[in-house]
């Protein structure tokens, strides 16, 4: 079974503070490992995918990287704007019909002034 | 592009009720996926409809249905309504490429089951 663990599960910085989130997981053949960015009361919103081991993908002040076991999603002196629940999802290839993303739990990101 | 539009946005039922969920994916998408999330928790899959016909399934009971229509709207039914399916409901399309799909999601609808 596929499994996404994030943490921490809640992170509080200073405007600036630069920092990094963690997703490990187990796939039985990953297809792509996905970072989302949830606001309160919206959907997710797609930021990042991720297919191989050493892969990095950098979007404004955000930049996801991949191992075997793990991504990262390093932020650099980020904002105010940058507070959002931050999930992490892995997306198989199929052994036949289709497998949905599995999603962690996410990581609530608050970045104070 | 429009994106993908759910209604309604909240909604309230109460225990063994039905409820209909509706979605319209993004022009030119021909997959939907319809995921749960239970409050403080990711996204759990529920199935996929691939050209109208449901393609996959997460761990969810037949009570959870779905239909796919050709005009790139699709609806979730739930029977027999359990407290436990008070969630955020989320539909997600996506073009079915041979690479791994990126999902654009709807903004949700929350259903309190009473």
């Known amino acids: 079974e596929d499994q996404v663990t994030q943490s921490p599960e809640a992170l509080r910085l200073q405007e600036g503070e630069s920092s990094s989130l963690n997703c490990s997981y187990t796939?039985?053949?990953?297809?792509?490992l996905f970072w989302y960015r949830q606001d309160p009361g919206k959907g997710p919103e797609f930021l990042f995918t991720?297919?191989?081991a050493g892969e990095e993908k950098e979007k404004e002040r955000l930049k996801a990287t991949l191992t075997k076991k793990e991504s990262f999603l390093h932020i650099t002196a980020p904002k105010p704007e940058d507070s959002a629940t931050y999930l992490c999802?892995?997306?198989?290839?199929?052994?036949?019909?289709?497998?949905?993303?599995?999603f962690g739990k996410g990581t609530h990101l608050i970045i104070q002034p | 592009e429009t994106g993908v539009t759910q209604s309604p946005t909240h909604l309230i039922k109460t225990r063994g009720q039905q409820v209909t969920l509706r979605c319209s994916s993004q022009?030119?998408?021909?997959?939907v996926s319809w995921y749960q999330q239970a409050l403080g928790q990711g996204p759990q899959f529920i199935f996929q409809?691939?050209?109208?016909?449901?393609?996959g399934r997460g761990n969810f009971p037949p009570r959870f249905s779905g239909l796919q229509f050709p005009n790139y709207s699709s609806e979730l039914n739930v029977n027999a309504l359990e407290l436990d399916d008070s969630a955020l409901y989320l539909c997600?399309?996506?073009?079915?490429?041979?690479?791994?799909?990126?999902?654009?999601f709807g903004a949700g609808s929350r259903l309190t089951v009473l």
């Open positions: 997600a399309s996506s073009l079915e490429t041979s690479g791994a799909n990126v999902l654009t």
């Open positions: 796939v039985s053949g990953l297809r792509g």
């Open positions: 991720l297919y191989s």
């Open positions: 999802a892995v997306q198989a290839w199929s052994r036949g019909g289709a497998d949905g993303l599995t």
């Open positions: 022009s030119g998408h021909n997959t």
């Open positions: 409809y691939y050209r109208e016909e449901e393609n």
